[in-house]
């Protein structure tokens, strides 16, 4: 079984801590995310179960098995770093087959290994160009293959696809998946990308300042955040958060934002806990998720700036603390000075309490 359990495992640097008391239990065959900001621990929670770095406290185990002072060649790991780490002197069909070759496997096996891992790759037409002719988006899928072609039972990935072009990470998202859908590794895959972690891990463990925040599918992290860090941080643009205070009106529970105005009533099931809240909430909504009110019920805010990307326009409204911003499909024909009246979709709002940043469950 190739499940991967961390069992309160901590990492500090002298007094520096960079992982603090993180639990997690990643199923066999699961293709998990570790996604956060720069420096917040990612890559040294994925060097302690490569056996690269010793925890400073924690247990890693693979299966029942733990991991402590076993060193890295005999963890059957497969690793591929943010650097390819390839030999250029040798062609792609010989660093492909590097591995395998080692472990004395036979011609014919190395050979068919290496034409699968190679069609997979779509590197079939450049397996015998030598590997310092090539750019670095190849190099990196070569080492991708060179790792992948070992079948290790967990394979760990350390931003893979930070150096390669835009076009070039669209394509390695799918084909990563693909390998890992056919060689059925648990994967664990380092990533700021939160492109990348949406679209191809089964779940995601957002992480923060080197402390687990949330744990869940990308659906489950983008719906429900546990608290307004991963509120903000999942979602491009995050996800809207603004300051006030619960209110009873004649419609229901609502929030006084204050010059904002008042929100439109909140759902009963949420409005059941936030009608205990004492002090301030965070009124949350995301930018997808709104619509133009027509009838003029909603927050009246000022148009600030419209990006048209493509396809969707971002329109910015408001100022300072009251600021949002709103995603529509289509080209919604606000310009900068208009007031547009925004109506969150009733049932994706979610309101956090101000002071410690923690969702509040509908009950
Ligand atoms: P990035 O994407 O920038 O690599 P990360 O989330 O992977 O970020 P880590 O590389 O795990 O972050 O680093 C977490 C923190 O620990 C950082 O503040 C880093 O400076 C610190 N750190 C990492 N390795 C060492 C070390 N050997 N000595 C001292 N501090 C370290």
Redesign the pocket.
């Known amino acids: 079984m190739s499940t991967i359990q961390l069992r309160n495992l901590t990492k500090t640097?002298g007094d520096?801590t960079?992982l603090k008391t993180m639990d997690l239990d990643i199923a066999d065959g699961e293709f998990m995310a570790l996604l956060?900001p720069?420096?917040?621990?990612?890559?040294?929670t994925m060097n302690m179960i490569a056996g690269m770095e010793e925890p400073t406290s924690g247990k890693i185990l693979f299966g029942e098995r733990d991991m402590a002072g076993v060193p890295m060649g005999r963890r059957g790991v497969g690793f591929v770093f943010q650097n390819y780490a390839i030999f250029t002197h040798m062609t792609v069909r010989q660093n492909l087959a590097y591995g395998p070759k080692m472990r004395g496997a036979a011609k014919a096996e190395i050979d068919r290994r290496v034409g699968a891992i190679a069609e997979l790759l779509q590197l079939t037409p450049l397996l015998d160009r030598k590997a310092d002719r090539l750019s670095v988006n190849i190099l990196q899928r070569v080492a991708i293959g060179r790792s992948a072609i070992m079948e290790p039972a967990i394979f760990l990935l350390d931003?893979p696809l930070s150096n390669v072009d835009a076009a070039f990470r669209a394509v390695m998202r799918t084909e990563l998946k693909q390998l890992q859908r056919q060689f059925k590794q648990t994967m664990v895959y380092?990533t700021?990308d939160q492109l990348e972690a949406m679209t191809m891990a089964d779940r995601i463990a957002v992480m923060d300042h080197?402390v687990l925040q949330q744990v869940g599918t990308p659906l489950e992290v983008y719906n429900n955040p546990v608290n307004v860090f991963v509120a903000r941080f999942i979602g491009a643009p995050g996800m809207n958060l603004l300051k006030g205070r619960p209110a009873e009106s004649d419609r229901g529970l609502v929030v006084d934002l204050g010059p904002l105005g008042i929100t439109p009533p909140l759902p009963d099931d949420l409005a059941a806990t936030v009608r205990g809240a004492r002090g301030e909430v965070l009124y949350g909504f995301r930018p997808e998720q709104v619509a133009l009110a027509q009838d003029g019920r909603g927050l009246a805010m000022s148009v600030t700036f419209v990006e048209r990307i493509g396809a969707r326009t971002i329109v910015h409204l408001g100022q300072g603390e009251g600021a949002v911003k709103a995603v529509f499909d289509n080209d919604v024909g606000l310009s900068i000075g208009q007031t547009a009246v925004v109506a969150p979709d009733a049932l994706s709002v979610r309101v956090f309490d101000a002071a410690t940043g923690v969702a509040m469950k509908a009950s």
């Open positions: 640097f520096f960079a956060g720069s420096g917040c621990g990612k890559s040294t931003e380092v700021h080197g």
